[in-house]
C-alpha cells in the first residue's frame, strides 16, 4: 500500500528535479507570518527525508521528515464553511509511512486560544475559527487544536524548545506551527481545484478515486490521497518535504506517497 520505496532511493534528487519542475513556485509559507519568530535556518538546503550534510536537527525535519497536510471533508454533521474543505492538521511521517506521535507529554500545552492571541497570533486564530473545526460529535475545536499540537507538533524537530530563539515565550514553537499549518491550508484549496475541474458537491453523483486524483493534479501539479466513509468522500491529505524548519521553511510538495482510504469507484461527494 505504501508507495515510498523509489521515492525514499531517490529522495534527494526526487526534491530538487521538483523545485525546478514546478510550474508553481515552492511554498515558503512564514513570509507573511504574524509573529516574528525567525528559525534562522537557510532554505536552500536538502529537503527532509534526504541525506543531510550535517545534521542540525533544528534546520533539518527529521525522523518526520515527510509531512502529510491533512484536511476533513465533514457532511454528518456538516462543519465549517459549504465552499471549503477544512482544516486536520500537519502530521510527520518518518519518509517510511510510520507516523510520529506524542513525543512530548511536558508540551501538551492547554489553551491555544490563550497562547495564540497573546503571542499577536489572532488573526491565525479567527482563521482556525472559520476553518479548523472538530466535528461537534468528537469536541470543541480547542480541543482538535490541543490534540493535534500534542499528537504531531510536539513531534517535529525543528520545533523543539531549544531551537527557538534565546527569550522566546512558552509555547512560541505551538504558535508556530499553528501559524504555519493555516499558511500551508490556505495554498491548498481543494473545493476550488475540484470546482475548477467540474466536480462539486451533489448528493447523486459518484465519482472514480482517479478522476479526483487528476482534477487535483490538473489544477495543482500533485496528488493528494483521498479518503472516505464508506462510499463517502472525507478527507484529502498533501504530502511534502520541507527544507528548513516548519518555523520558516520552504514545503516542496510531492504525489501522495501513500493511498488514503477511498475505494476506486462509486465515490460520493456530498453537500455539507
Ligand atoms: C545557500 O545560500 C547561502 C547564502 O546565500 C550560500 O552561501 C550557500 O552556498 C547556499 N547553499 C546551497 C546548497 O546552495
Ligand atoms: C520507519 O523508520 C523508523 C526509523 O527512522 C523505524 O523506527 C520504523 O520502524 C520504520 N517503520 C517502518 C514501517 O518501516
Ligand atoms: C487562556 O489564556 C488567556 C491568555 O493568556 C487567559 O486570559 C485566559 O484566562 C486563559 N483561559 C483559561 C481557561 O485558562
Known amino acids: 500500500m505504501f508507495v515510498v520505496a523509489g521515492l525514499l532511493a ?23 507570518l504574524i509573529s516574528d519568530i525567525s528559525s534562522g ?23 518526520g521528515g515527510l509531512l502529510l497536510q491533512t484536511q476533513f471533508w465533514d457532511t454528518d454533521p456538516p462543519d465549517g464553511p459549504t465552499d ?20 512530548d507529554p511536558s508540551r501538551a500545552y492547554t489553551n491555544i486560544s490563550g497562547l495564540l492571541t497573546a503571542q499577536g497570533a489572532s488573526a491565525t486564530l479567527d482563521f482556525m475559527n472559520t476553518y479548523w473545526k472538530n466535528d461537534p460529535d468528537d469536541g470543541t475545536d480547542e480541543e482538535l487544536w490541543e490534540h493535534e499540537w500534542e499528537t504531531h507538533g510536539t513531534c ?6 531549544d531551537c527557538l530563539p534565546a527569550g522566546s515565550p512558552k509555547g512560541a514553537e505551538a504558535v508556530a506551527f ?20 467540474g466536480i462539486t ?34 478527507g484529502a491529505s498533501y504530502y511534502f518535504h520541507i527544507i528548513g524548519s516548519v518555523i520558516d521553511g520552504t ?10 482510504s477511498c475505494g476506486s469507484t462509486g465515490i460520493k461527494y456530498l453537500p455539507k
Not at 15 to 30: C, D, K, Y
Not at 84 to 103: A, K, Q, R, V
Not at 156 to 161: A, E, F, H
Request: with cysteine; aromatic share 10%; glycine share 6%.
Open 178 to 197: 499553528f501559524e504555519t499549518v493555516v499558511k500551508l491550508f490556505q495554498t491548498l484549496p481543494t473545493f476550488t481545484f475540484l470546482a475548477a475541474q
Open 201 to 234: 458537491p451533489s448528493s447523486s453523483a459518484t465519482h472514480t478515486l482517479a478522476s479526483l486524483t487528476a482534477a487535483v493534479k490538473a489544477e495543482y501539479g500533485f496528488t493528494p490521497s483521498f479518503d472516505c466513509d464508506g462510499d463517502d468522500l472525507s
Open 10 to 32: 531517490l529522495a534527494g534528487s526526487a526534491a530538487a528535479s521538483v523545485l525546478t519542475s514546478f510550474t508553481s513556485p515552492n511554498i515558503n509559507v512564514n513570509r507573511e
Open 41 to 63: 535556518c537557510p532554505t536552500n538546503g536538502t529537503a527532509s527525508c534526504g541525506k543531510p550534510a550535517g545534521t542540525n536537527t533544528c534546520c533539518f525535519e527529521t525522523p
Open 251 to 260: 514545503f516542496v510538495p510531492i504525489d501522495a506517497a501513500e493511498s488514503g
Open 156 to 161: 517535529y524537530s525543528t520545533l523543539q524548545v
Open 84 to 103: 471549503s474543505w477544512t482544516i486536520h492538521g500537519l502530521w510527520p511521517d518518518e519518509c517510511n509511512g510510520s507516523f510520529m506521535e506524542d513525543c
